[in-house]
Each structure stands twice: as C-alpha cells, then as structure tokens.
C-alpha cells in the first residue's frame, strides 16, 4: 500500500497536489476536532461546576434555618431536595465543628461510598482550612465533584426600633454557622464527553471526506493545465503533431501554456522549414548522385569506347612492331611483349574500371547477377575469401533502385577493402516478408559505431553516409554493427515496391 | 358677657402662643428613620416652640448630655429608644419620649421624664385583628419570658376575654424559634408577632413568614414593615399622631401646669405629673395579596380602613 502510495506520489502531480491539500484537510479537521472538543469540554465542565456552585449556594441558603436552629427536620427538606437534582449523588450538613448534622445519598448509592465526609471533618484537614475562610470550594475527584459552602447566617436586630422600621439598621454582619457539601457525579461529563468525542469523530471524519473530495477536485483543476500540456508535448514529441493547449488561466501555468503553444509553433515552422531543407538537399543529393552515375557511365562509356580501342588499337601496333623484328633483336622483341603486357593490362584495369564505373552487367544480366559477379571480382581483387548467398531479386525494383542497391554493396565492399582488414567477407540478399535484405559482413578490425555515427559530418567520412543516403533513397533503412576486432555487418532492409 | 368670655380666652391663648414661640425645646432623634421624623412633624404641628433637633446616628461619640446642657432647653424630646437611653440622665429639664418601645425597661421612676409609649396594649391589638378575623380561634404566640413574660400575660387574659384559644411557646433563644413553630403547626389558626427582641431575628422572621406562607398560616405583626414581607395585617401606630399627642402633652407641660419642682440635693430636678400615655390611634394594614392567597375573610368595615399593602 505504501509503496503504491509512494509510485503515486513521485509519478503523479496530481496525485502530489491532492496529498498536500488533503494532509492540509486532515490536520486542519484534526485541530477544528480537537479545538472543537476541548471547547465543549471546557463549556461543560464550566457548566457542571457553575450548576454545583449553584446547586451548594441554594443548599446553604435553604438550610441556613436548619442548621442555625440545630432542627434536623429542617435540614430533611433542603437536603432531600438536592439529592432530587440531576447529578447530586448526596448532601451533607454539618456545624461549626464539623459535625455531620445530616447526610443523605441517592437511593442507588452504596452506602459505603466515600462521597462527602460522614461524620465529622477533620478541624486539620484543608477541607476544614478552606471552609473557614468563608467561601465556596469545590474538589474534583475522578468519578465525581465535590462542592462545600459555608452556611452563613445574618446578625440579630440591635436595637428595638430596627424590629419596628426599615432602613434603620446598617448593613448586617455575616456569621459563620455551619457547612454543607454536594457530590456531583462525573458520569454525566463523561459519558457528554464520550458523546462529543464520537461526535467530533463523525463530524470530523464528514468534513474530511468533504475536504478530499474538494482537494481531489481542486487537484484535478490544478494539474489539469499541466497534463493538456504533458499530453501536447508528448505529442509533439512522439508523433511530431502540435495540439494546441488552451490557455484557460492568466498565472504561470496559463503562460506556460502560452510559452508551450508559441515554442510549439516556432519548432513546427522550424520542422517544416528543416523538412524543406532536407527535401533540397535530397533532391540535390539525388541529382548528384544521377549526375554521379551519368558521369560514370559516360566515363566509362569514354574509356570502353575511346580510349580502350585506342590502346587496343596500340596493343595491335605494339605485336605487328614485334613481328617485324629479327631474331637477333630479341631483347627489342621482348620489350615489345612486355609493352604488349603492359597494355593488356591496362586494358583489363580500364575494363574493369569501366565496368566499376557503370556496370553493362547490371543491364545485361540483372541485378543478383551483378551483385554475384561484383562480390566475386572484389574477392579477387583483393585476395579476400567471399561467401555469396544472393537470392534472385531482379524484378523487384526499378533501373535506378537496381543501380543504387548496386552501389550500396559496392560501397559497402570498398568499406571493407578500405578500413577492414578482413580475410573474410560475406554478402547476403534475400527476400523477406516483403523485404529485401541485403547483408555485407565481414571479420576485419570493426569500429566503435555510436562514436563514429556520432561524430560531425565532416569527420564521419563518406562512406557511412553514403550508405544511409543510398538506404534513404531507396526508402529503406540501413544498421551498421561493429565491434572493435569482431567485424562489422551492414543490414539493408529495403521494402519491396508495390507492383 | 360671651364676648368678654371670648376675648379672655383669646388673651390666655394669645398669651400661651408667645409663651411657646419663646421657649426652646430639643428633638434628640436615634436616628433619621422616617417614622421619627413624621413623629416630629407632628409634634411640631401642635406645638410651636423653637425645636433644635439632634440626631444621635450622625453625632457619633458626643456627648449629646452636655450639648444639651449648654443649649439649656425648656423641654427634651426624646424620639426613639436610643435617643431615651441618652438623655434619661438629665433630671433638672422636662423630658417627653415617644416613639419608644418598652419605656419601662430604659427608664426607672424618673420623675421628669413622661411621654407615649410605642407599645399598642395587647387587648387592643387582639381586638383588633380578632374583630377582622372573626374566624380564627387559635393564636399562636412565641415568646421570650424575660423579654415579653409581662406582655404574655396581659394576652391571656385578653384572649381569654375574647373566647380565643392562645397557644403560647417560650423560647430563651432565637434558635429555638424554628423548632417552637414546627411544634405549633396544625394546632393554631394564626400566628400572632410580639415586639420580642430573642424572637424577632433576620433569620426567624424569613423562616416565619415563608413557613407560615408554606402552611396557610396567617401572620399578625406589630409593623407594617412585615406585611409588606408576606404577613396578613398588623396593628401599628400612627406615628404623626403620637407626634401630635406627644405635642399636646407639651404645651401643657410648658405652661408650667403640670410641673413641680423640687430642690433638695444637688441640681434642680423636675417632677412631672403628666402620666405616659399609649398611642390613641391605631393603624391597621393589611396585605392583600396574602388575603387572597390564604383565602381568608376579612371583616369589611376593618378592610375598609385599613392602609392596603401588597408584596
């Protein structure tokens, strides 16, 4: 649970928002509970002992009598009379002394319950002390209070014209002429108490569910800004498509939308205007490379037709030089052989290299064909053992695909022959699920790929690029796996055009 | 002859009016009470005489004896118990009391001193409410032997004139009050207050009047004061009246008709051969509300005159 919690908490701002209002809720609820409860508690204990100091006020006023005139019959009515009061769990009188003169208990009281003092008060208790000094009291027990009062009475008339008239006496003195003493019962503050616990609890518990389910939706209300904003960005990152956040508050969030909305374009404008530059240079790359191969064909096209016939043409000259010399001009006769040999191979080289330029077997015999033919003649080139597995894929694709697959291999090859230094090497095209797949691997020296891709376009090197620009032209994709010493393999898949 | 007759007693009159505007009289008060002071407008509705009035309340710790003597009046009043207690010691200047309760128990045969005694006579007092309760039988009275033991059997017999039933408890202390009128309940018709000082407390008077409120009991007083506090009537003085008697008595003692003088050893002292009298009017006052409370039936002619009093 505590974990879930946590996952929310770090992956969710609403779910953050939402915890921060409702601790807030929770500990605001705790304290209004809290607050709530002690004031009640406060309230009615002050009014438990305000009702027993005025419960003790009217028995010592209404005992006065009975005490003063020592008449214990006096004293039933008054006492019995309190012990009828909600609460009062027993009443006492007692003299000067001390004396218990009367002592009740409620009817469902023990009598052996320690509840007021029966028989006399000790003249040394503080109980005593404080009684003395003429005023009220009241002791808190644990199950009850405890209230005394001194019984006062007033002083007699002095003189005989006072029991004739008023006004005439001065005000008249106060004598000390007992005590009297209540329990309270605290159950009744208590089970109050319980009563007001359980309601705070409900209460609070009401207030709280309230409080969440504001805090929930004012969390919802909050963030709900920042995931219209998460959800554009994700979009625009994801799928590079701008929705439009609604700018629906003027504070932070509402400018960040704005900001959002205004960086969103900007990078759209940017994006199409990159688009458009990427499409130029495609299309000039497109035409460098047409102009690259129009080039080579028409070099090749130069060097099969002019100069091969010419220096065939040199070749014939050379022997027919050969065949008029006499035999005792052998070492002439011989120079003559070694020229005719030197320009055989030049011959083959400018073939060959004609052949490289633009290759006729690719019209003549199709595109597997050539592959087969242009990984052979690089094995033996370059002494390198070849493994071929090409499948037949020659109406698969159009003249300019066939050429630019062609030259995919031929660059990866020269790849191989240039940075390699492989003994082996294997070229492999199948057709697969709609797809042709063309790998060229070999075991030479491999390279760190992410650095080498990473690396700015002027210090990455041809080669790689023109991989990746002849992959994109044939609207495929290209991955280059290497290792340092465990070889390298160049993937081309290439979907199969629709026919 | 009628007319001559006429003049001479005009002249004597005349002569008697000079005499008191002459003459000075002081007014010791116990107190300002507004009793003392209707007494005394009283007084001087009567007689004339230049009056000085001391109030011994607001003369604290003088000697009200020697102020007295160095004014050297012709008369002293002496209005209210404390004021009689001070100046019963002068013996050479005639001295009137009234508005005084129980003068016999202040004074001792002073031969200057007279005056009217606060004390309505028991046998008057019972007439009086027996006439406006004709139906109550029993009477009930609480009383201190040393204080009212006298009085009591004045009562008696009074009650025993009028058929009455007088159903009398001693007390010696006032906290034997309440327990004497717990024992007489159910066996009396009313309670009957007496000027009694061991009964009359603060305490015994609240439980008195709300016990016999509690039990349908009704109160007679002696004050109209304790009507106005819940019981049914009292008998009482008319205090401008007594002022107007004690005045009367006055002008004649002034006129040197009824003093004799004697000089044996020592100051001049004064006989006086103007008895105390007792207050000739009465008051009744009675509470009405408690009337209706108690449902009790009042003698009309009696509720006719009587002052109505309510809570």
């Known amino acids: 649970m505590d974990l879930i919690f946590l996952k929310n908490y770090k992956q969710k701002f609403s779910f953050k928002v939402f915890s921060t209002f409702a601790v807030l809720i929770f500990l605001i609820s705790l304290a209004f509970i809290a607050f709530f409860i002690n004031l009640q508690h406060k309230s009615l204990y002050e009014n438990l002992i305000s009702n027993g100091e005025n419960l003790i006020g009217v028995l010592a006023d209404s005992s006065r009598i009975g005490v003063y005139s020592g008449n214990q019959k006096l004293l039933l009515d008054p006492v019995s009379g309190m012990l009828q009061q909600d609460g009062v769990q027993a009443a006492s009188i007692y003299n000067t002394e001390g004396k218990q003169i ?19 008060i000790n003249s040394n208790s503080d109980l005593k002390k404080t009684l003395l000094s003429g005023s009220p009291h009241y002791f808190e027990f644990r199950d009850r209070f405890e209230f005394w009062s001194p019984v006062m009475r007033k002083s007699g008339y002095l003189q005989e014209d006072a029991i004739f008239y008023n006004g005439h006496e001065q005000q008249p003195a106060e004598h000390l002429i007992g005590f009297a003493g209540i329990a309270l019962d605290k159950s009744k503050l208590n089970q109050h108490m319980y009563d007001l616990f359980y309601r705070g609890i409900l209460i609070g518990f009401v207030f709280l ?53 205004m960086m969103a374009v900007s990078l759209k404008n940017r994006e199409h205007a990159l688009q458009k530059s990427e499409l130029k240079l495609r299309q000039l790359s497109y035409r460098c490379l047409k102009a690259q191969e129009e080039e ?24 027919s030089i050969g065949r008029e010399l006499y035999r005792d001009q052998s070492l002439l006769l011989e120079e003559c052989e070694q020229a005719v040999q030197y320009i055989k ?155 | 002859m009628f007319k001559k007759f006429f003049i001479i007693c005009n002249f004597f009159i005349f002569c008697n009016g000079i005499v008191q505007a002459g003459q000075e009289i002081v007014a010791v008060q116990s107190s300002n009470l507004k009793p003392f002071e209707q007494a005394l407008d009283g007084f001087k509705n009567v007689c004339k005489a230049n009056i000085k009035q001391l109030v011994l ?143 009359i407390t603060r305490m015994n008077v609240e439980f008195l009047l709300l016990f016999c409120l509690e039990n349908k009991l009704p109160v007679i007083a002696f004050s109209e004061k ?15 009246d007594i002022g107007r008697q004690a005045g009367e008595m006055a002008q004649q003692i002034l006129s040197e008709n009824d003093l004799t003088y004697a000089r044996h050893d020592g100051p001049r ?5 103007f008895n105390p009298q007792i207050a000739r009017k009465t008051i009744v006052s009675i509470n009405t509300q408690i009337v209706r409370n108690l449902g009790i039936r009042v003698d009309d002619e009696i509720m006719k005159d009587a002052r109505k009093i309510n809570f």
């Open chain 1, 102 to 120: 009367i002592r009740l208990l409620k009817p469902d009281i023990h009598s052996n319950r320690e509840l007021l003092i029966a028989g006399t």
């Open chain 2, 269 to 273: 002292k004064i006989a006086l051969r």
């Open chain 1, 209 to 261: 569910i309230i409080g969440f389910l504001a805090a929930f939706i004012l969390a919802k209300i909050i963030t709900k800004p920042v995931y219209q904003l998460t959800r554009s960005v994700t979009t625009l990152g994801k799928e590079g498509k701008f929705e439009r956040v609604s700018v629906e508050t003027e504070d932070e969030l509402g400018n960040l939308a704005q900001a959002f909305n």
């Open chain 2, 57 to 199: 309340s607001e003369m604290k710790g003088a000697d009200i004896v020697e102020k007295i003597q160095d004014i050297d009046p012709d008369m002293v009043l002496a209005i209210g118990n404390e004021a009689l207690r001070k100046v019963r010691k002068i013996h050479d200047i005639p001295i009137i009391y009234f508005m005084v309760l129980n003068p016999q128990s202040i004074l001792s045969e002073e031969q200057n001193i007279t005056g009217i005694s606060l004390n309505i006579p028991p046998r008057k007092q019972l007439s009086t409410f027996t006439s406006a309760l004709p139906e109550l039988k029993r009477i009930g009275i609480i009383f201190d032997p040393s204080i009212s033991g006298a009085l009591i059997e004045e009562v008696q017999s009074a009650a025993a004139e009028s058929g009455k039933i007088l159903v009398a408890q001693k007390v010696h202390s006032s906290r034997e009050v309440p327990s004497a009128l717990l024992d007489m309940a159910g066996k009396i018709d009313v309670l009957w207050m007496l000027p009694d000082l061991t009964v």
């Open chain 1, 345 to 499: 191979q030049i011959i083959d080289d400018l073939r060959r290299l004609s052949r490289d330029l633009s290759p006729s077997v690719l019209e003549d015999l199709g595109l597997s064909t050539a592959l087969r033919v242009q990984s052979r003649e690089f094995a033996e080139h370059h002494s390198i053992t070849e493994s071929a597995d090409i499948e037949e894929i020659d109406d698969l694709f159009s003249q300019e695909a066939q050429i630019n697959l062609y030259r995919f291999c031929q660059e990866a090859l020269t790849n191989i022959y240039k940075h390699a230094q492989a003994h082996n090497f294997s070229v492999t095209v199948k057709n697969e699920d709609g797809s042709v797949i063309i790998i060229v691997e070999d075991d030479g020296k491999g390279f760190n790929v992410s650095y080498v891709t990473g690396l700015a376009p002027d210090l990455k090197g041809l080669g790689l690029t023109t991989l990746e620009e002849r992959a994109r032209m044939l609207g495929g994709t290209v991955n280059i796996w290497s290792k340092p010493d465990l070889g390298t393999r160049i993937t081309l898949t290439v979907p199969v055009p629709k026919q």
């Open chain 1, 296 to 319: 080579r064909r028409r070099l090749s096209r130069e060097l099969h037709d002019g100069l091969g016939q010419t220096l065939a043409l040199l070749k014939g000259k050379v022997r």
């Open chain 2, 226 to 240: 304790y009507v106005a506090l819940g019981a049914l009537l009292s008998v009482g003085i008319d205090a401008f």
